[in-house]
């Protein structure tokens, strides 16, 4: 059965204070890993794409990278306004279905 | 550029009452579609997703049922509500073929009493 697990569960940062956030995934067959970012009521919104190992992505102060069992987000010093819920998916052959993790809560104090 | 669109916002239902979400996407033709639930605690759940009109996929048993009248248009139904169904309703698109990103809508917050 296909699993996706985040850690930690929650984070809290100083602003500035670089970090990494964890996927760790099992599928039979990895089509792709997706990272969402998620205010809290509401959708989550689109960040990254991954596709195969040693593949890296980034935008502003996020970085996503991903090995054949895990995808790490780093954030480089980040602001209050990077808090959010970051969450990993994953879409295994040959469903369309992305398996999300239940998610990283990130909280950056000025 | 594409919108989804999700309604109503919020609903607070009475247990055994019936249920109608709906979600709609401008500036796409053809998309997938689908409908999941995110409830607390817990990761998205997907519930059902389309690939055309009237093809629709069951991912979870339940009293839940999805229609795709339109190219565009997705609905989330109960004919009877239960307190476990409470929760927030996500509906989301993706273009069609191998791994694609979905896009989500702002979401329903249900609440079943």
């Known amino acids: 059965e296909d699993q996706v697990t985040q850690s930690p569960e929650a984070l809290r940062l100083q602003e500035g204070e670089s970090s990494s956030l964890n996927c760790s995934y099992t599928v039979s067959g990895l089509r792709g890993l997706f990272w969402y970012r998620q205010d809290p009521g509401k959708g989550p919104e689109f960040l990254f794409t991954?596709?195969?190992a040693g593949e890296e992505k980034e935008k502003e102060r996020l970085k996503a990278t991903l090995t054949k069992k895990e995808s790490f987000l780093h954030i480089t010093a980040p602001k209050p306004e990077d808090s959010a819920t970051y969450l990993c998916?994953?879409?295994?052959?040959?469903?369309?279905?992305?398996?999300f993790g239940k998610g990283t809560s990130l909280l950056v104090t000025p | 550029s594409q919108t989804i669109h999700q309604w109503p916002a919020t609903l607070v239902q009475p247990v055994g009452s019936p249920l109608s979400l709906e979600c709609t996407v401008e500036g796409t033709s053809n998309p997938n579609l689908y409908w999941y639930r995110q409830a607390a605690g817990r990761g998205l759940q997907l519930l059902f997703y389309?690939?055309?009109?009237?093809?629709i996929s069951s991912e979870v048993p339940q009293n839940l049922s999805a229609s795709r009248p339109q190219d565009r248009q997705f609905i989330l139904s109960s004919k009877k509500l239960l307190l476990s169904d409470s929760g927030f309703y996500l509906c989301?698109?993706?273009?069609?073929?191998?791994?694609?990103?979905?896009?989500f809508g702002p979401g329903t917050r249900l609440t079943v009493l």
């Open positions: 998916a994953v879409q295994a052959l040959p469903g369309y279905a992305l398996n």
């Open positions: 991954l596709y195969s």
């Open positions: 989301a698109w993706g273009a069609g073929g191998p791994v694609r990103e979905q896009f």
């Open positions: 389309s690939v055309g009109i009237g093809q």
